[in-house]
């Protein structure tokens, strides 16, 4: 019987020369909606007749949506001879499959959870014996037990924006810790929490000054907000990405909020120091994420890099109106789940946030 792996294993030789040959047997239709990078698709269907195109020089892993065609595929190349294993869960567990990167920046320590199947960044910021958490996913239980490795309690927690793409965890790890609940009133949220005011500053740490301050930038949703480091680092959310910047078009108010995010960008983000590191909430395709190693830039290495940044605000919000597309699956129904307005299941709305983020406007 071929081996089982779980996706987890796959994290520390992704992208080497040590990673399997990522062989994806589900349907085109499937893999063209959503992959894992650099894998390559032979539907099981058309496997046996394709065994040519499977390498005999390198471990095998196979892949489907969530594990029952990959098993098939594996044990029909055993049968050829061709040594293969299964990744346990398929996509719908590279969804749910993190690593962290741990950083110190201005006093703090700043650990960066990635979720790599889907694209999303989330951060525990923490100093002395506090911390705060921007932008959890629903896996609570990875910022709890992460705190709790570093001695540290949960006090804020914090969304960027209203989430289309994702389930936010913001109330479910706040009801948990008994943290506060810190949330931008401009978008609308249907449940107790502690309004966010432009300008507001969370001291963690007192002995090293340490404070998150929030800045309000409407853009990609009225309520978009970043938060601030210190000089050493800004949480961006979906308003800057380290490949392009945050899509205006999910409220059906594309050129007002494209209007907000140029004016966002202009004011609130380009003035900042170049040292300062971008730490968005997403990554696309087209940027490389490495084990161990942070998914971030400096400011001063993006202006040079992503037009957008220099365009007039015409050409700005001209570009921003033609180049957005593919808006994310059930974006409607996450947005009234994120919001309060749900009557689906926490099981049921997670099925549907499956696949890629769509938050970033295409270079």
């Given at each position: 019987?071929?081996e089982?792996r779980?996706?987890e294993?796959?994290l520390?030789?992704?992208?080497?020369?040590?990673s399997?040959f990522l062989?994806?047997v589900r349907?085109p239709?499937?893999f063209?909606e959503?992959?894992?990078p650099n894998?390559?698709?032979?539907?099981l269907?058309t496997?046996e007749?394709?065994l040519?195109?499977?390498?005999?020089d390198?471990a095998?892993l196979?892949?489907c949506?969530?594990?029952?065609?990959?098993?098939a595929?594996?044990e029909l190349?055993?049968t050829?001879?061709?040594d293969?294993?299964?990744?346990d869960g398929?996509?719908?567990a590279w969804?749910?499959?993190y690593?962290?990167?741990?950083?110190a920046l201005?006093?703090a320590?700043?650990?960066?959870l990635?979720?790599?199947g889907?694209g999303?960044?989330?951060y525990?910021v923490?100093?002395g014996?506090?911390a705060a958490?921007?932008d959890?996913?629903?896996?609570?239980d990875?910022?709890?037990?992460l705190?709790?490795?570093h001695?540290f309690?949960?006090?804020?927690?914090?969304?960027?924006h209203?989430?289309?793409d994702h389930?936010s965890?913001?109330?479910?790890?706040a009801a948990?810790?008994?943290a506060?609940l810190?949330?931008?009133?401009?978008?609308t949220?249907h449940y107790?929490?502690?309004?966010?005011?432009?300008?507001?500053s969370?001291?963690?740490?007192h002995?090293?000054h340490?404070t998150v301050e929030a800045v309000?930038?409407?853009?990609?949703?009225?309520g978009s907000?970043?938060?601030?480091?210190g000089?050493?680092?800004?949480?961006?959310?979906?308003?800057?990405?380290?490949?392009?910047?945050?899509?205006?078009?999910?409220?059906?108010?594309a050129e007002?909020?494209a209007h907000?995010l140029?004016?966002t960008?202009?004011q609130?983000?380009l003035?900042?120091?170049?040292?300062?590191l971008?730490?968005?909430?997403h990554?696309?395709?087209?940027v490389?994420?490495h084990?161990g190693?942070l998914?971030t830039?400096?400011?001063?290495?993006?202006r040079?890099?992503?037009?957008?940044?220099?365009?007039?605000?015409e050409d700005?919000?001209?570009?921003a109106?033609?180049?957005?597309k593919d808006?994310p699956?059930?974006?409607?129904e996450?947005?009234?789940?994120n919001?309060?307005?749900?009557?689906?299941?926490?099981?049921e709305?997670g099925?549907m946030?499956?696949?890629p983020?769509?938050c970033?406007?295409a270079?």
């Amino acid at each position: 019987m071929p081996e089982v792996r779980t996706a987890e294993s796959l994290l520390s030789v992704f992208g080497t020369a040590e990673s399997p040959f990522l062989l994806d047997v589900r349907e085109p239709d499937e893999f063209a909606e959503w992959a894992i990078p650099n894998a390559v698709n032979i539907p099981l269907g058309t496997l046996e007749s394709r065994l040519g195109e499977v390498p005999s020089d390198q471990a095998i892993l196979v892949i489907c949506a969530k594990g029952a065609r990959a098993q098939a595929g594996a044990e029909l190349l055993v049968t050829h001879g061709i040594d293969a294993a299964v990744m346990d869960g398929g996509m719908a567990a590279w969804a749910t499959t993190y690593d962290t990167v741990e950083v110190a920046l201005a006093g703090a320590t700043v650990v960066q959870l990635r979720r790599r199947g889907k694209g999303c960044l989330s951060y525990l910021v923490g100093a002395g014996s506090e911390a705060a958490v921007i932008d959890p996913s629903m896996d609570i239980d990875r910022y709890i037990n992460l705190a709790a490795k570093h001695g540290f309690r949960i006090t804020h927690v914090f969304d960027t924006h209203l989430h289309a793409d994702h389930v936010s965890g913001g109330r479910a790890l706040a009801a948990a810790t008994g943290a506060a609940l810190v949330l931008n009133p401009a978008d609308t949220f249907h449940y107790s929490y502690t309004p966010l005011t432009d300008g507001l500053s969370v001291e963690l740490e007192h002995n090293v000054h340490l404070t998150v301050e929030a800045v309000s930038a409407p853009g990609h949703t009225q309520g978009s907000t970043v938060y601030r480091l210190g000089n050493a680092a800004l949480f961006t959310g979906d308003t800057l990405f380290l490949e392009s910047v945050g899509r205006p078009d999910l409220a059906d108010q594309a050129e007002e909020f494209a209007h907000a995010l140029y004016n966002t960008l202009h004011q609130r983000v380009l003035p900042l120091p170049d040292d300062i590191l971008i730490l968005p909430a997403h990554w696309g395709d087209a940027v490389p994420v490495h084990f161990g190693e942070l998914v971030t830039a400096r400011l001063g290495d993006l202006r040079p890099v992503l037009p957008a940044l220099a365009y007039s605000e015409e050409d700005f919000v001209n570009w921003a109106m033609t180049h957005v597309k593919d808006r994310p699956p059930n974006y409607v129904e996450i947005v009234k789940f994120n919001i309060g307005d749900s009557t689906l299941s926490t099981e049921e709305i997670g099925e549907m946030e499956l696949g890629p983020n769509r938050c970033a406007i295409a270079q």
